[in-house]
């Protein structure tokens, strides 16, 4: 079996704002090959960069388009592969859009053996530890308190145990703070649990006394409170924080990641569509397992990356929660035929080969930009 070409989607809304809301575009990967076996990725970047890293032409030996280090080759070679795209772009790359745009590729490569194979993609990754995961509703905190309160009172009645609430005006001052987070645990209740996502807001003396004060309302994590390249701050922080903290969808290398864990983080949070897919999000579990920390996914993405994220901690055994977008965005909602329904709280691993998703063609129809 060989490829015969990578094709690069990019989809977009026909408005997108401000707001870090991931699912108002994405970057949609199709890798083809001889035996008419079709695979799927996403890239969760800049969509126009990543697509103009995959098409690039070369430039030199070290400085090429990523569709060039893979054409003509076979998909199951994937770590081969993935060794081709990391080199084939170094010269640019070593990581940021170069390692997310690598990430489409490699999940496709994945969702390629897995069809070829007639297995689900987690049984590829060394088999599964559980088949279903424990889903937190994941989703931006509202412009007021009131209606923070109220969405979060909506999450309980779908059935949701665990909900994160991030960005948003997190961070405008201390008042509008600590009544976000006052009023997101008094709309969930004492028994389901409170993540709170700060969007890197906050410097490191600031995020220690948030801790503090955010801690009277038992928030499961503390998520991205400081800059990603602030390690010195998140060593203190994890060693003086009252609260687990968490971090890492900033992050696209195993480096990046073994500083986050040098520091002491309680929780990673690798995004396959961003570390270079799920050859190296695989690793970054692992290195987590060893450390006896959480790992669990960031995805803000459609149901390409659901899926991917569900193979991905299947694999792990200390993986047992799935940020699950719960954003109404057509891309997020309806780009893959399966929904991934949340049932008693939890949602299951896909069984079919490959990732188990199918493209709706007329929805990339109908927000194809390129």
Not at 54 to 66: D, F, N, V
Not at 298 to 312: E, N, Q, R
Request: hydrophobic share 45%.
């Amino acid at each position: 079996m060989k490829i015969t070409n990578v094709e690069a989607i990019w989809l977009q809304l026909p408005t997108v704002d401000e707001r870090a809301d991931g699912t108002q575009d994405t970057l949609v990967v199709k890798v083809y090959t001889d035996e008419g076996i079709v695979g799927i990725g996403e890239v969760d970047s800049s969509p126009m960069a990543a697509k103009a890293i995959i098409e690039a032409p070369m430039s030199h030996r070290i400085a090429r388009g990523l569709r060039m280090c893979v054409i003509g080759e076979n998909p199951l070679d994937i770590m081969r592969l993935w060794e081709s795209m990391y080199q084939g772009s170094i010269f640019f790359g070593r990581g940021g859009a170069a390692q997310q745009a690598i990430s489409g590729i490699d999940i496709a490569l994945w969702d390629i053996a897995g069809k070829a194979m007639g297995q689900p993609v987690y049984r590829l990754l060394g088999g599964g530890f559980r088949d279903r995961l424990r889903a937190y509703a994941s989703i931006l905190f509202q412009e007021t308190p009131e209606e923070t309160y109220n969405l979060a009172r909506h999450l309980v009645e779908q059935g949701f145990t665990a909900v994160k609430f991030g960005w948003g005006p997190l961070g405008t001052s201390e008042a509008m703070d600590l009544a976000q987070v006052r009023m997101a645990r008094q709309g969930l209740g004492a028994n389901v649990d409170l993540m709170i996502d700060a969007g890197i807001c906050y410097d490191t003396v600031t995020a220690l006394k948030r801790a503090h004060q955010f801690a009277e309302y038992d928030p499961f994590w503390l998520e991205e409170p400081l800059h990603p390249d602030n390690i010195e701050g998140y060593a203190r922080l994890a060693a003086a924080s009252p609260i687990r903290i968490a971090a890492g969808e900033q992050e696209t290398t195993l480096a990046g990641f073994q500083a986050l864990l040098d520091a002491g983080l309680a929780v990673i949070q690798p995004d396959v569509a961003r570390v270079g897919g799920l050859s190296q999000a695989i690793q970054i579990g692992r290195m987590a397992v060893q450390r006896h920390r959480l790992c669990v996914n960031h995805s803000y993405k459609t149901g390409i990356s659901i899926a991917a994220s569900l193979h991905l901690l299947a694999a792990l055994p200390n993986a047992t929660l799935l940020e699950y977008c719960v954003e109404q965005s057509p891309l997020r909602q309806m780009l893959t035929r399966e929904t991934f329904p949340v049932v008693d709280g939890y949602v299951a691993v896909p069984q079919e080969p490959g990732l188990g998703v199918t493209l709706d063609e007329d929805v990339i129809a109908r927000y194809r930009v390129a």
